[in-house]
T-cell receptor, first 112, second 116 residues
Framework: DQQVKQNSPSLSVQEGRISILNCDYT??????FLWYKKYPAEGPTFLIS?????DKNEDGRFTVFLNKSAKHLSLHIVPSQPGDSAVYFC???????????FGTGTRLTIIP | GAVVSQHPSWVICKSGTSVKIECRSLDFQATTMFWYRQFPKQSLMLMAT?????????EQGVEKDKFLINHASLTLSTLTVTSAHPEDSSFYIC????????????FGSGTRLTVV
């Protein structure tokens, strides 16, 4: 039962344009969401997070949007840079449960 | 920032042997450590949660006698894959939590295990 889904396994975006990565979840108990970036043969690194009390959180080039009614979140990267090429995972958790549930990841390729 | 060191980064072992993977928090005390495995093109799947000085809590379907987890100190957790088989070949990643809350997760660099 995949509670966190990233339906696009891969995405290619031109350098300088906006990258939009999507994530859907099914468990209505989730109240905290995180995005991680992962390079091959490395562990994930934290990018940005959002609490369910917000619908938007911004950090530099990265913005995460949360639509609770649709159980959907998205990560926007603008402008996209070659160094952004990596696999991006969304993860979810809820108060009282410290475990993270990960999506399957989206491989983002930035085309110079 | 917080750093988690994981060793080895890759290991090849013969079927039937055991392999130990170490995860250390270098500049903070990790109250909780998590162990994940990742198969190609799949998500990170939580295997177990370990708290210092107590037995690990395993996720459903994970064999605790096969994947031995020891969290002997606030800075070190180990995962031992016992009697490894080719199907255990995977990418194993640890994560350490500093304090409470969602912000405190730091991942190790992962270990690629290949069992031949």
């Amino acid at each position: 039962d995949q509670q966190v889904k990233q339906n696009s396994p891969s995405l290619s975006v031109q350098e300088g344009r906006i990258s939009i990565l999507n994530c859907d979840y099914t468990n209505s108990m989730f109240d905290y969401f995180l995005w991680y970036k992962k390079y091959p043969a490395e562990g994930p690194t934290f990018l940005i997070s959002i609490s369910s009390i917000k619908d938007k959180n911004e950090d530099g080039r990265f913005t995460v949007f949360l639509n609770k009614s649709a159980k959907h979140l998205s990560l926007h990267i603008v402008p996209s840079q070659p160094g952004d090429s990596a696999v991006y995972f969304c993860a979810a958790s809820y108060f009282g449960n410290e475990k993270l549930t990960f999506g399957t990841g989206t491989r983002l390729t930035i085309i110079p | 920032g917080a750093v988690v060191s994981q060793h080895p980064s890759w290991v090849i072992c013969k079927s039937g042997t055991s392999v130990k993977i170490e995860c250390r928090s270098l500049d903070f005390q990790a109250t909780t450590m998590f162990w994940y495995r990742q198969f190609p093109k799949q998500s990170l799947m939580l295997m177990a949660t370990s708290n210092e000085g107590s037995k690990a809590t395993y996720e459903q379907g994970v064999e605790k006698d096969k994947f031995l987890i020891n969290h002997a100190s606030l800075t070190l957790s180990t995962l031992t894959v016992t009697s490894a088989h080719p199907e255990d070949s995977s990418f194993y990643i640890c994560s350490a939590q500093e304090g409470q809350g969602y912000y405190g997760y730091t991942f190790g660099s992962g270990t690629r295990l290949t069992v031949v």
